[in-house]
């Protein structure tokens, strides 16, 4: 039983079951074909599905680049064309925007939206509003002439014939279809894209709705980075946590190029959900103590902080990993409810309250002196 401070959505509580797996002396693939062992059983055994094995599996990069996040909805089309090289390679195509956008380090990408699926004025005009409510500045777009040219977009005035060529190749535009833009900062642009494309997906009909059933694409996404950097922080943050093992492959760049390395963790997607998570663990203590300096602490630190870790990793840890299972998730998955909420005994408000018992209820002051617990308003 495992409580977050989190907030709440349709497949969010906090306070959720989990299947907890710990295993010793196992590799990656170990862990997938335990895990799938159990998958397959429960869709056999509840819906008569036979999984096909083992289940597919997309490199954490492949995911971000074609879907903008690492949970991608499988069941349709409608992914992110990466078009960053090709406007360099045409120095903006006279586009100030788009030169300042990779000049600045940041990417471009678009969608196609095909012909078949039109989209009105109030439509743009709604999707543009929801890019903003994400943090964009705007929505480029451009509509595809019979002749390749672009029409209804801003964008058609100044760009290059050359580079309005080279993004309609990219993107398999034909006449009639819509391109949607993004361009700037790489978080920005993936999540905001990304979530135009599950809106995209609903409103074209391409999602089934919830409790339909219909498709399950599982997906494992494998092989992310070790650290993320922090802009603000101006260093280099553990992507997840530290104590993930490291690409031995990888390990002769935690000094000189972090970003560079991969790790082993992993996550299970099925239609767009995440259902379980797990990596590999950190077991040679030389390995760890590197890993803590590529995030800025120091030895010292290291050792007051996690002593007790680097001094159990020197008697000779075992390989090991694992993955925690979503059962909530799962169950509100295969039984096709709308929430996580259909599918917990007792789910808690918007406020985190249970409406059955009134938690959390008010304490007086001898509850609190018998935990030691202080009263402040500051």
Sequence with gaps: RCFRDEDLRLDRQPEFTQIDVEMS?????????????????????????????????MEFDESMRRFGNDKPDLRFGLEHVELTEVVRGHDGGGVPMLKEAVDAKGIVKAIRVPKAHPLSRKDLDELEKDAKGMGAKGLAR???????????????????????????????????????????????V??????????????????????????WRFLWVV??????????????????HAFTR???????????????VKCYRYDLVLNGF????????????????????????????????????????????????????????????????????????FPKTQKGTDLMTGAPGDVDDRQLAELHVKRSLE
């Design 25 to 57: 002396f196992v590799t990656q693939d170990e862990v997938f074909t335990a895990v799938e062992g159990l998958i397959a059983k429960i869709w056999k055994e509840l819906l008569g599905v036979e999984l096909e094995l083992p289940l597919q599996r």
């Design 142 to 188: 451009a509509k595809i002439g019979e002749g390749g040219e672009w029409t209804q977009s801003p964008l058609a005035k100044s760009i290059t014939p050359e580079l309005r060529g080279a993004i309609n190749a990219a993107c398999g535009a034909e006449p009639g279809d819509l391109l949607l833009f993004q361009f700037g900062r790489e978080a920005m």
């Design 190 to 215: 993936h999540a905001v894209l990304a979530n135009l494309r599950l809106i995209l997906g609903k409103k074209f009909g391409m999602i089934p709705p919830y409790g339909s059933g219909g498709q």
């Design 223 to 240: 092989n992310p980075p070790l650290f993320e950097f922090d802009e603000e922080a101006g260093t280099w943050v553990a992507a997840h």
């Design 246 to 260: 490291p690409h031995d492959e990888d390990v002769e760049y935690l000094e000189t190029d972090p970003g560079r």
């Design 274 to 345: 995440e259902i379980g998570g797990g990596s590999i663990r950190l077991h040679k203590p030389d390995v760890q103590q590197r890993v803590f300096k590529a995030l800025g602490i120091s030895p010292e630190a290291a050792q007051a902080k996690f002593g007790f870790l680097l001094d159990a990793l020197k008697f000779g840890a075992p390989p090991h990993g694992g993955i925690a299972l979503g059962m909530d998730r799962v169950a509100m998955l295969v039984t096709g409810a709308a929430s996580l909420r259909d599918v917990v005994a």
